[in-house]
């Protein structure tokens, strides 16, 4: 053999299918997008008994009906013909809900091969499975094994290059209870009631004649019997008199009956001993501690993102420094010229190193995230903060990228990954940049302190105040202008409790990681060459002044709009498009654009408050600016995770066009309100 | 009685379940058939639940728990608060 063979992983969520997964294949991965959507798509290769194999990681579900968008993806992508062996992944600790997708997938007439993971919780628990029994009554190979010890690979491996071919068992059905015999139903596990059989011979009949092409025409006629939407509207038939309405739930229900059969007989000791999920879920999940215990965490996380993160920003700020002077000598001595020389260290250098420095704050938040999540902890969170978020129209789960917001947009933004309803993800992306991030600290530091003096902490912390009442009003609006009424959607699977795995947590980084420098590499590059373009570049080519650059130009072009917000100085707004590559470059452009030196320091300040004062900024209008960078667009690395994780342009433009009108509204808003006074 | 407000370590088997029908379809799926029983494990005021049903936990919104009709059974979980 030397053609490659396809096996696809399907299982539950929280089976381990991704454990397995990577145990097979490591970082060595591919992760795309499964065309036209955005659920991720992994694959991976293996040799095995030099065979090749391409593992394919299907989305983890629970079904296959035609609800979901992951479900159809399964689905359609094992009907394809593109898959020779499914390696059903089942919590054999949970094997009951299990069992519901293994049964569908068996419909579908590929080869299957079930994995039976976890068998050392079941161990724990005093469980047994019948490991003979349960092959018989399903009809495939069965394999215990357990992803995070990595045992068993090997076997199942085995059964699938030996499965692949196979056609099935034909089984001795001992759960006949019908009137008459549906002896041509022996290759078939599951066996409906003699109605429900009836109807999928009739519809079957139907289907092979009306569309001779189809394949597995019992799998289609049981969907059709179901009603699925996406099958009925593919093979149109006329169903009076054989199914006028849909029998999905007696299917379903037949279905958990045949498990529930098979269940009995192949598991033995069931529920032994009391779980210890359920004893740490007294304490996490209790409606007074569940809350506190969840923001001590956060607060653990908090800290180890920004505050040992930042320690050791400050290491990559100093080798950028070092770097980027490096680079000024080295173009010096090659005689580079001044404009190659700008666009490379204030250009490029300054640009994508700034946000090579967010790389460890990024790296610890993600290690944190990852064993938050691979430990079994998130979903709970959805749980705890359930209560407060639902108000604002936003999930449980959607507290967390809002608080890291605090820290830094851009692994906030991203971190909105947790969310599993794509509704929820959009509305907490949209809101999450409003959380004050610390690069806006400088910015509420240098303005408060030059018009507030004793009141400057207030002044700056009324910022963190008015973000979070800002998010609050857009996320209602949101909820308010969505088109489905939106109930309280929370159903969400609280999975085991386990240590984390280091094979899962190393990869997760990896690819966070991955992703962001990509972006580095890439968006980034393009805004900060556009950028520094037109704060260097004027009508006369390279300028040396600001003030005749096509930044300053585009800043006297915006000064009526921006004068209602107490903004209308060209400098000022200038200062805060520079502010778009990063907001703490609102500070530095201030200092260049005043001709101001070391504007942090008390002389500095003084000088640059006096230079304002004399052009009519006061503090109303100071004020007003600190809730403008507050509120507009965050940074370039904001919009381009923003683009990366919404995957759409408009989404994106959306996104910055809201923060924009924030922005403006509320400084306006309030400038008009201080003018009066 | 409504799920929403069953009692912590109570056991109930599920009656009815009167929720739009893709909801309905979905906790069918998850096992929760005609006359299966579920446990509730963890409860907040407003009626969102923790529940057990085939094995498995679920947190469940106040809105879907109070959408489905129970009836108490005679056992108590080993274990309630």
């Given at each position: 053999?030397?053609?490659?063979?396809?096996?696809?992983?399907?299982?539950?969520?929280?089976?381990?299918?991704?454990?397995?997964?990577?145990?097979?294949?490591?970082?060595?991965?591919?992760?795309?997008?499964?065309?036209?959507?955005?659920?991720?798509?992994?694959?991976?290769?293996?040799?095995?008994?030099?065979?090749?194999?391409?593992?394919?990681?299907?989305?983890?579900?629970?079904?296959?009906?035609?609800?979901?968008?992951?479900?159809?993806?399964?689905?359609?992508?094992?009907?394809?013909?593109?898959?020779?062996?499914?390696?059903?992944?089942?919590?054999?600790?949970?094997?009951?809900?299990?069992?519901?997708?293994?049964?569908?997938?068996?419909?579908?007439?590929?080869?299957?091969?079930?994995?039976?993971?976890?068998?050392?919780?079941?161990?724990?628990?005093?469980?047994?499975?019948?490991?003979?029994?349960?092959?018989?009554?399903?009809?495939?190979?069965?394999?215990?094994?357990?992803?995070?010890?990595r045992t068993g690979l090997n076997i199942?491996?085995?059964?699938?290059?030996?499965?692949?071919?196979?056609?099935?068992?034909?089984?001795?059905?001992?759960?006949?209870?019908?009137?008459?015999?549906?002896?041509h139903h022996d290759e078939y596990a599951?066996?409906?009631?003699?109605?429900?059989?009836?109807?999928?011979?009739?519809?079957?009949?139907?289907?092979?004649?009306?569309?001779?092409?189809?394949?597995?025409?019992?799998?289609?006629?049981?969907?059709?019997?179901?009603?699925?939407?996406?099958?009925?509207?593919?093979?149109?038939?006329?169903?009076?008199?054989?199914?006028?309405?849909?029998?999905?739930?007696?299917?379903?229900?037949?279905?958990?009956?045949?498990?529930?059969?098979?269940?009995?007989?192949?598991?033995?000791?069931?529920?032994?001993?009391?779980?210890?999920?359920?004893?740490?879920?007294?304490?996490?999940?209790?409606?007074?501690?569940?809350?506190?215990?969840?923001?001590?965490?956060?607060?653990?996380?908090?800290?180890?993102?920004?505050?040992?993160?930042?320690?050791?920003?400050?290491?990559?700020?100093?080798?950028?420094?070092?770097?980027?002077?490096?680079?000024?000598?080295?173009?010096?001595?090659?005689?580079?010229?001044?404009?190659?020389?700008?666009?490379?260290?204030?250009?490029?250098?300054?640009?994508?190193?700034?946000?090579?420095?967010?790389?460890?704050?990024?790296?610890?938040?993600?290690?944190?995230?990852?064993?938050?999540?691979?430990?079994?902890?998130?979903?709970?969170?959805?749980?705890?903060?359930?209560?407060?978020?639902?108000?604002?129209?936003?999930?449980?789960?959607?507290?967390?990228?809002?608080?890291?917001?605090?820290?830094?947009?851009?692994?906030?933004?991203?971190?909105?990954?947790?969310l599993e309803n794509n509704q929820d993800?959009?509305?907490?992306?949209?809101?999450?940049?409003?959380?004050?991030?610390?690069?806006?600290?400088?910015?509420?530091?240098?303005?408060?302190?030059?018009?507030?003096?004793?009141?400057?902490?207030?002044?700056?912390?009324?910022?963190?105040?008015?973000?979070?009442?800002?998010?609050?009003?857009?996320?209602?609006?949101?909820?308010?202008?969505?088109?489905?009424?939106?109930?309280?959607?929370?159903?969400?699977?609280?999975?085991?409790?386990?240590?984390?795995?280091?094979?899962?947590?190393?990869?997760?980084?990896?690819?966070?990681?991955?992703?962001?420098?990509?972006?580095?590499?890439?968006?980034?590059?393009?805004?900060?060459?556009?950028?520094?373009?037109?704060?260097?570049?004027?009508?006369?080519?390279?300028?040396?002044?600001?003030?005749?650059?096509?930044?300053?130009?585009?800043?006297?072009?915006?000064?009526?709009?921006?004068?209602?917000?107490?903004?209308?100085?060209?400098?000022?707004?200038?200062?805060?498009?520079?502010?778009?590559?990063?907001?703490?470059?609102?500070?530095?452009?201030?200092?260049?654009?005043?001709?101001?030196?070391?504007?942090?320091?008390?002389?500095?300040?003084?000088?640059?408050?006096?230079?304002?004062?004399?052009?009519?900024?006061?503090?109303?209008?100071?004020?007003?600016?600190?809730?403008?960078?507050?509120?507009?667009?965050?940074?370039?690395?904001?919009?381009?995770?923003?683009?990366?994780?919404?995957?759409?342009?408009?989404?994106?433009?959306?996104?910055?066009?809201?923060?924009?009108?924030?922005?403006?509204?509320?400084?306006?808003?309030?400038?008009?309100?201080?003018?009066?006074? | 009685?409504?799920?929403?407000?069953?009692?912590?370590?109570?056991?109930?088997?599920?009656?009815?379940?009167?929720?739009?029908?893709?909801?309905?379809?979905?906790?069918?799926?998850?096992?929760?058939?005609?006359?299966?029983?579920?446990?509730?494990?963890?409860?907040?005021?407003?009626?969102?639940?923790?529940?057990?049903?085939?094995?498995?936990?679920?947190?469940?919104?106040?809105?879907?728990?109070?959408?489905?009709?129970?009836?108490?059974?005679?056992?108590?979980?080993?274990?309630?608060?």
């Amino acid at each position: 053999m030397s053609t490659e063979i396809n096996v696809a992983f399907a299982g539950n969520p929280n089976c381990g299918k991704t454990t397995l997964f990577n145990a097979y294949t490591g970082a060595n991965l591919k992760v795309a997008n499964w065309p036209g959507v955005t659920v991720e798509k992994k694959e991976g290769a293996m040799s095995y008994h030099n065979q090749k194999y391409k593992l394919i990681d299907l989305p983890g579900t629970y079904s296959l009906t035609s609800y979901t968008m992951e479900e159809r993806l399964a689905r359609q992508y094992i009907l394809d013909d593109e898959v020779d062996v499914i390696i059903d992944i089942a919590d054999a600790s949970s094997l009951e809900r299990n069992l519901y997708l293994t049964l569908q997938l068996i419909e579908l007439g590929k080869p299957v091969v079930l994995a039976l993971n976890m068998m050392d919780i079941v161990e724990e628990r005093g469980m047994e499975i019948d490991l003979h029994r349960l092959p018989e009554m399903l009809g495939v190979p069965v394999v215990p094994v357990c992803a995070r010890k990595r045992t068993g690979l090997n076997i199942l491996m085995h059964a699938v290059a030996h499965h692949h071919d196979k056609a099935f068992d034909r089984f001795e059905h001992h759960h006949q209870s019908g009137e008459h015999e549906h002896s041509h139903h022996d290759e078939y596990a599951m066996v409906y009631s003699d109605e429900i059989e009836d109807k999928i011979d009739k519809i079957s009949e139907l289907l092979e004649t009306k569309y001779p092409d189809i394949k597995n025409s019992r799998w289609h006629a049981i969907k059709i019997l179901e009603a699925d939407r996406e099958i009925c509207e593919r093979y149109p038939l006329n169903l009076a008199g054989i199914a006028d309405r849909s029998f999905e739930e007696e299917i379903i229900s037949q279905r958990y009956d045949f498990i529930e059969e098979i269940v009995s007989e192949v598991l033995v000791n069931r529920d032994k001993k009391s779980h210890s999920t359920d004893k740490a879920d007294r304490i996490i999940t209790h409606p007074i501690w569940g809350g506190p215990i969840f923001l001590g965490i956060m607060a653990l996380v908090f800290f180890l993102t920004f505050t040992v993160g930042d320690w050791l920003k400050g290491y990559f700020e100093t080798a950028l420094e070092w770097f980027s002077l490096a680079a000024v000598e080295f173009l010096t001595k090659v005689n580079a010229g001044g404009i190659l020389t700008s666009l490379l260290v204030d250009g490029v250098i300054a640009g994508v190193g700034g946000v090579l420095t967010f790389l460890p704050n990024i790296f610890i938040l993600f290690l944190a995230l990852a064993v938050l999540e691979d430990s079994g902890y998130m979903s709970r969170v959805a749980y705890v903060m359930d209560g407060i978020m639902s108000k604002i129209g936003l999930s449980g789960r959607a507290f967390i990228p809002m608080l890291l917001g605090f820290g830094c947009t851009v692994p906030a933004v991203m971190a909105s990954r947790a969310l599993e309803n794509n509704q929820d993800r959009l509305r907490t992306i949209m809101v999450t940049p409003f959380m004050s991030c610390s690069a806006r600290l400088p910015v509420y530091v240098l303005l408060s302190q030059m018009f507030f003096a004793q009141n400057a902490m207030l002044a700056a912390y009324s910022m963190y105040v008015i973000g979070v009442v800002v998010a609050i009003v857009v996320a209602k609006l949101l909820s308010a202008f969505s088109k489905k009424h939106e109930v309280n959607t929370l159903l969400i699977e609280l999975p085991e409790y386990k240590s984390p795995n280091l094979r899962n947590i190393r990869i997760y980084v990896w690819e966070k990681i991955r992703d962001y420098l990509t972006k580095a590499g890439t968006t980034i590059f393009v805004a900060s060459i556009i950028l520094w373009a037109l704060l260097n570049f004027g009508t006369s080519g390279k300028v040396d002044d600001m003030s005749q650059s096509f930044a300053a130009g585009i800043g006297k072009l915006l000064v009526p709009a921006m004068t209602p917000a107490g903004l209308g100085y060209w400098q000022i707004i200038v200062a805060l498009i520079s502010g778009i590559a990063a907001k703490e470059v609102v500070v530095s452009s201030m200092s260049v654009l005043y001709g101001i030196g070391n504007i942090a320091s008390d002389a500095g300040m003084s000088s640059l408050a006096a230079v304002l004062s004399a052009s009519g900024f006061g503090a109303a209008n100071a004020y007003s600016m600190m809730i403008f960078c507050l509120l507009y667009v965050p940074c370039v690395a904001t919009i381009a995770t923003i683009h990366r994780e919404t995957r759409s342009g408009r989404w994106t433009l959306f996104a910055v066009a809201v923060q924009l009108a924030a922005a403006w509204i509320v400084s306006t808003a309030f400038f008009t309100v201080a003018s009066i006074f | 009685m409504r799920l929403s407000e069953g009692k912590i370590g109570q056991e109930y088997f599920v009656k009815d379940i009167s929720l739009d029908m893709p909801v309905k379809r979905r906790l069918e799926i998850l096992g929760m058939t005609g006359n299966s029983r579920v446990v509730v494990l963890g409860s907040k005021k407003s009626g969102t639940k923790i529940i057990k049903v085939r094995g498995t936990r679920f947190a469940l919104g106040a809105e879907f728990a109070n959408g489905i009709e129970v009836e108490a059974s005679d056992k108590k979980e080993e274990g309630g608060r």
